[in-house]
């Protein structure tokens, strides 16, 4: 049974950091890219981050380019988001996800992910 699990969230101020954890188990991480996904009240799912594992290559939204990292550990057991000068539209809760190395275009889109924790929220005040 895959699991994902997500940790790291809380309240930060504007300018601040805060790492987000997201603990797998259950699939072949180095199988699957990893992906961080953002929800905010009345707005659709944002994919943020991924993570491919078959080339190690990342891609991010324009929204968080240059302010967020996405990486894994060397066990492949846990994927990270790094988030840097945050802002208060970073306020969300924020989901990771998985889905098969080569079955998406884009894993920024939700709809190719087949596996999803159940989120942590963030909230970033001015």
């Known amino acids: 049974q895959v699991e994902m699990v997500e940790s790291g969230g809380g309240s930060a101020q504007a300018g601040a950091s805060l790492r987000l954890s997201c603990t797998v188990s259950?699939?072949?991480?180095?199988?699957?890219?990893m992906a961080w996904f953002r929800q905010s009240p009345g707005k659709v799912r944002e994919g943020v981050a991924c993570?491919?594992?078959?080339?190690?290559?990342?891609e991010y939204s324009d929204s968080v380019k240059g302010r967020f990292a996405i990486s894994s550990d060397d066990a492949w057991k846990k994927v990270f988001l790094q988030m840097n000068s945050l802002k208060p539209e970073d306020t969300g809760t924020y989901f990771c996800?998985?889905?098969?190395?080569?079955?998406?275009?884009?894993?920024?889109?939700?709809?190719?992910?087949?596996?999803w924790g159940k989120g942590t929220l963030v909230t970033v005040s001015s």
């Open positions: 996800a998985a889905v098969p190395e080569g079955d998406y275009n884009s894993c920024l889109e939700s709809d190719y992910m087949d596996y």
């Open positions: 993570l491919s594992s078959s080339d190690l290559s990342t």
């Open positions: 259950g699939l072949t991480f180095s199988n699957y890219a």
